[in-house]
């Protein structure tokens, strides 16, 4: 709907740097939610590495919270 109201092709099409920066932020936000989650699954079943799994979950965490600091 909001392009068919914009009359754009694509979003944001007006605002090349802006689009090429979310792009980017994607990237590498992705892979961290990606791995993440996978951590958090292994946690909820009890595996026997739960502090390396904690320990990705936290920094996968940081990395995130910068992305979006950044995005601001």
Known sequence: ???LISEYSILMEEE??????IEIRESIVLP??????YALQKIEQDSSHIKNY???VERSLYGNIN????SA
Do not use: E
């Open 16 to 21: 090349y740097i802006s689009r090429k920066s």
């Open 1 to 3: 709907m909001t392009l």
């Open 32 to 37: 961290l939610l990606v791995t993440q989650q």
């Open 54 to 56: 904690q320990k990705i």
């Open 67 to 70: 992305a979006s600091r950044n």
